[in-house]
C-alpha cells in the first residue's frame, strides 16, 4: 500500500541512468552485488581504506563480484569524480557503515538521496528515538552517550523494569544486552563499547527501555513523487518469535491483513517523512505494544537482502531487489513474474556458536526437506564460508501451512540433536 508524506520534500537533481550501481562500505557478508548484478547491473565497490573502515570490517575485495572498485581515502572530490567517471547512477550503502558517505556521494553527483546533513537519521537509533519523539510519534524511552556516568544517571532518574544497552548505529553485528539495572549496566558497558567502536567507529552507545513487546521487522520502498512529496510504500512485514533464553527461534511472512501488519503500515510513513528518508529501501525493527502501539526499534537505510528473497517473491510476487533498484534507475529488464498468494514462509534460525559450524550430513538433510526453499551459505557444501551472519538461516515456503510447520518441527528436533559440528545433546 503507498502512502505520500504529508511534508514537501526537495530531491537532488536526478540525472539520467545508466544502470551503474556504486556500493559503499559494502562489508558484513553483504550480497548486494550479487542481487543487482542478476538484475543486469553493473557494481562499483566503494572500499573505505584502513583510516577510514572500522577495524573489525574486512575488505570486501574477492568476497564479492564486483565489475569495479573505487578505494575512498577520505578525499570526497576524489571519490566523487571516480564514480562519475564510471557512469555511476545511483549509489546504494552497502552497511551502517556506509550510510553517510553514500548520501554524501549521492548529493555531490545530483543522485537521488537523504540530505546528508541529516545522515545519522537514516541509522543512529538514539537521534531516531528523539526526532521521533520530538515529533510527538511514539518511541522507546532512552539515553544515547558515550559516557558511563551520564548513563547510568539516566538509568537512576528513570528507573524501569529493565533496559537494553546496544550500539548507536543500528545494523551492526553486535547483540544488544538487557540489563536489570545500574549494576549489570556497569559491568556491560566497557565491552559493549569496544564492540560499537570496532564494528562502527563510534563510541556512542544507547541505553533504553527494555521493550518486552513482539518485535516486527519492516520493509519499505521510497521514491520522490510527481507532486513533489515523497512516496513511501510498504512492503512487507516479518513477526519475530524468540525463544525462552531470547534467542531468535523463527520469522514469519505476515499477511498485509493480519494483525498488527495494518497498524504498522499506518504507522512508518509518519517515520520515514520524520526520519528525512526520500529515495531508497528502509528496514526497519519495530515493537508493537498493545497499549502504546507500535515503537521504533531502529531504522536502517540499507538494502535487506536475505535468503528469503526469492521466497518472497514466490509468496507475493514482489521483488525486494527489483523494487529498491528502480527507485534510483530506470526498471530492470528482467521482468517480474507475478508469484502465487497464500503462501506460508518462514525463516528458522539456527544459533551458532563459537567454533563450529553446521555438520555435513545434516546439512543435506536440512537441504532436501519439502519446503526448503533457500538456506544460508554455510549450509550450501561449498566449503569454508566467511560470514558474518550470528545464525545459520533455513526458509521454508509452501501454499500447505501444515507442511511448513511439520518441517518446522523436524528442524527444531535435529537441533536438539546437535546441528552444529562438535556439538553434543
Not at 141 to 163: K, N
Request: net charge neutral; charged share 20%.
Amino acid at each position: 500500500m503507498a502512502f505520500t508524506s504529508a511534508a514537501p520534500v526537495v530531491a537532488p537533481r536526478y540525472e539520467a541512468a545508466d544502470g551503474t550501481v556504486a556500493i559503499v562500505a559494502p562489508y558484513g557478508g553483504s550480497d548486494h552485488a550479487v542481487a543487482f548484478a542478476r538484475q543486469g547491473r553493473r557494481t562499483v565497490a566503494v572500499e573505505l581504506d584502513d583510516r577510514h573502515r572500522p577495524s573489525a570490517l574486512a575488505p570486501a575485495g574477492g568476497a564479492v563480484a564486483f565489475s569495479e572498485s573505487v578505494e575512498h581515502c577520505g578525499s570526497l572530490r576524489q571519490t566523487v569524480k571516480k564514480l562519475r567517471g564510471l557512469g555511476v547512477s545511483a549509489v546504494v550503502a552497502g552497511s551502517a557503515a556506509g550510510v553517510e558517505l553514500a548520501e554524501r556521494i549521492a548529493w555531490h553527483l545530483g543522485l537521488p538521496q537523504g540530505d546528508p546533513e541529516t545522515s545519522r537519521l537514516r541509522f543512529d537509533r538514539g537521534v531516531q528515538a528523539a526526532v521521533l519523539a520530538s515529533a510527538g510519534i511514539q518511541a522507546p524511552r532512552g539515553i544515547r552517550s558515550a559516557h558511563l556516568a551520564e548513563v547510568l544517571a539516566w538509568a537512576e532518574a528513570c528507573p524501569l523494569p529493565g533496559y537494553t544497552l546496544a550500539p548507536a548505529a543500528a545494523g551492526v553485528p553486535v547483540e544488544p544486552v538487557v540489563c536489570a539495572g545500574a549494576g549489570q549496566i556497569n559491568t556491560a558497558w566497557p565491552a559493549m563499547k569496544r564492540a560499537a567502536a570496532r564494528y562502527s567507529d563510534d563510541p556512542l552507545l544507547v541505553l533504553t527501555e527494555r521493550l518486552s513487546a513482539r518485535q516486527f521487522l519492516v520493509n519499505s520502498v521510497s521514491r520522490p513523487g510527481a507532486d513533489g512529496r515523497t512516496d513511501h510504500v510498504v512492503t512487507d512485514m516479518w513477526a519475530e518469535t524468540r525463544a525462552l533464553d531470547g534467542s531468535l527461534d523463527r520469522t514469519d511472512l505476515l499477511h498485509p491483513d493480519e494483525p498488527p501488519a495494518p497498524v504498522l503500515s499506518a504507522y512508518m510513513p509518519r517515520v520515514l517523512d520524520a526520519l528525512g528518508v526520500m529515495c531508497g529501501p528502509v528496514t526497519a525493527r519495530v515493537a508493537y505494544d498493545e497499549d502504546r502501539g507500535p515503537l521504533l526499534v531502529s531504522a536502517l537505510a540499507v538494502p535487506g537482502i536475505s535468503p528469503a528473497d526469492e521466497a518472497l517473491r514466490t509468496a507475493t510476487g514482489y521483488d525486494r531487489v527489483t523494487d529498491a533498484l528502480d527507485t534510483w534507475i530506470p526498471p530492470s529488464p528482467v521482468p517480474l513474474v507475478p508469484g502465487r498468494a497464500g503462501h506460508r514462509v518462514v525463516r528458522v534460525h539456527l544459533p551458532r556458536r563459537r567454533g563450529t559450524a553446521v555438520g555435513p550430513r545434516l546439512g543435506r538433510i536440512l537441504r532436501r526437506l519439502p519446503t526448503v526453499v533457500a538456506v544460508s551459505a554455510d549450509l550450501l557444501g561449498h566449503g569454508p564460508v566467511i560470514d558474518t551472519a550470528r545464525c545459520t538461516e533455513v526458509v521454508l515456503s509452501s501454499d500447505r501451512p501444515e507442511a511448513v510447520e511439520a518441517d518446522y518441527r523436524i528442524i527444531r528436533s535435529l537441533e536438539c540433536g546437535g546441528v552444529h559440528d562438535g556439538e553434543r545433546p
